[in-house]
């Protein structure tokens, strides 16, 4: 199938996608928590080399997405990096964007190969925030006479909103009484959202995406292989819907079951210029073509897709009506419910293998994590498709040409939870480059 249009073709400085990779999502003192977050990091990247088939030499830049840095020791993602065989001079770079980390590293992953800085870069995020420390702020100005206080420095640096000094769930709230958002349809959203991951994880949509990862279970025992999400082990319908509220006493409709769980992963992609996928003769996966950022206040964080979305799908010359998923990122069951609602997106539309709720939300990683998991969306669903998430965006769009099989393109877009979107495309099946498909 030749190629029809110059927007089907890859060029020089374009960001090909050749390979990604994810830990499962280990439950919060889980499965996972016996590994550090830069472990983590280091699995995912190894991984998503292994099935690019790049040779670790060959990255140039680490940008990678990571929250709870404390008690990890210097330079966390150059740990990552150095622990998954990429040599010591590669520039490495940590990106605390808080949700949106890891989409935000891999924003600039794209920005420095479309600048002609960088051809291979490896870009992602990571969390263990079962080991996110607890520690006494004041102690190193002298513990004197009376009881002192240990701060959680998961909630304090990851879970806290230090404008309004309340609990993230607050915000969730206050968007909920905005949108007249109901218990009720929280309820029903994080429910769809646990079905529909368990019906991506036995049907073997996550199978492609995610890489393994072995925890040693003690001396003089076995190994354990981890390799399926851990919360959605612990689903239950009937309990969900009773939960008392989190965050609001009276009137609250923000709970654990409805809101994303606390949880330890990791993911990366690698990705390279349009140039170097045809000197490597590497498979690529997706074609990143646009992305946006957008900010409002900070107790408002939950509905900034509503702005990133349209922002990154004007930048990659796209329209709404031809996006087929969005992925918004689910901090909150509402957030994803309030946006659906501002950007007028059918339910069938958004997450549709589920997401933080039921999966998890390792902080650091979830940026990356729903790139990583829309990909895998793309080659198993007919049709284009737009994924949004909230901090960013992604349009991904395939090219259609050097493959015998019927091909279909997909438009998808990404949002996280903080001020950026990315968009791309993709196609199915994935694609190899001819000389034919490289253009200037």
């Known amino acids: 199938m030749g190629s029809t249009a110059a927007e089907d073709q890859i060029k020089p400085r374009d960001v090909c996608v050749v390979g990604v990779a994810r830990t499962p999502m280990g439950g919060f003192l889980g499965a996972l928590s016996p590994l550090a977050a830069t472990k983590l990091g280091s699995i995912a990247i190894k991984a998503a080399l292994q099935r690019a088939n790049v040779d670790p030499a060959l ?10 840095s404390a008690n990890l ?19 490495c770079s940590a990106i605390n964007k808080v949700c949106a980390s890891g989409m935000k590293a891999t924003i600039l ?71 007249s958002i109901t218990r009720e349809e929280q309820d029903s959203y994080a429910i769809q959202s646990n079905e529909r991951g368990i019906a991506a994880r036995d049907s073997g949509a996550f199978a492609w995406e995610i890489a393994p990862v072995e925890v040693s279970a003690g001396r003089g025992k076995p190994s354990v292989i981890v390799d399926k999400d851990e919360s959605l082990e612990k689903f239950d319908p009937a309990k969900l819907r009773k939960l008392r509220p989190s965050f609001k ?42 992305y946006a950022d957008a900010a409002q206040a900070p107790e408002l964080f939950t509905t900034a897709p509503a702005l990133a979305v349209p922002k990154a799908i004007a930048h990659a010359g796209l329209s709404a009506s031809q996006v087929d998923y969005y992925e918004i990122n689910e901090a909150f069951s509402v957030v994803a419910l309030a946006n659906q ?47 949004s998430r ?27 939870n903080g001020n950026s979107a990315l968009v791309g495309m993709t196609k199915s099946p994935f694609f190899s480059l001819p000389p034919s498909l490289f253009t200037e």
């Not at 640096?157 to 993230?168: H, K, P």
């Not at 009137?251 to 993911?267: E, K, L, P, R, Y």
């Not at 909230?390 to 996280?416: E, K, T």
């Open 249 to 290: 006493e009276n009137g609250g409709t923000v709970t654990a079951g409805n809101a994303s769980s606390i949880s330890d992963g990791a993911a990366a992609l690698v990705l390279v210029s349009g140039q170097k996928a045809l000197e490597l003769g590497l498979q690529v996966i997706a074609k990143i073509t646009g």
């Open 341 to 387: 609602k501002l950007l007028g997106i059918p339910s069938e539309k958004i997450n549709v293998h589920g997401g933080a709720v039921s999966l998890g939300h390792p902080l650091g990683c979830s940026g990356a994590r729903i790139l990583v998991t829309l990909l895998g969306v793309g080659p198993q669903t007919e049709g284009r498709q737009n994924w």
């Open 109 to 179: 992953a794209a920005q420095s190969i479309q600048l002609g800085i960088n051809d291979v870069v490896v870009a992602g995020g990571m969390e263990s925030m079962s080991n996110a420390p607890k520690y006494i702020a004041e102690a190193r100005k002298g513990s004197r006479f009376g009881h002192d206080t240990l701060v959680d420095g998961m909630l304090k640096d990851g879970l806290w909103d230090v404008y309004n000094d309340f609990a993230m769930g607050m915000c969730a709230e206050l968007c909920a009484d905005n949108h």
């Open 390 to 416: 909230r901090s960013l965006q992604w349009w991904w769009r395939s090219i259609r040409a050097c493959c015998r099989a019927r091909v279909s393109i997909f438009y998808l877009v990404w949002c996280g």
């Open 73 to 91: 020791g210097q330079a966390p993602a150059r740990q990552a990096a150095l622990g998954a065989g990429i040599p010591n001079t590669v520039v």
């Open 59 to 68: 990255i140039q830049e680490v940008y990678f997405g990571n929250v709870l």
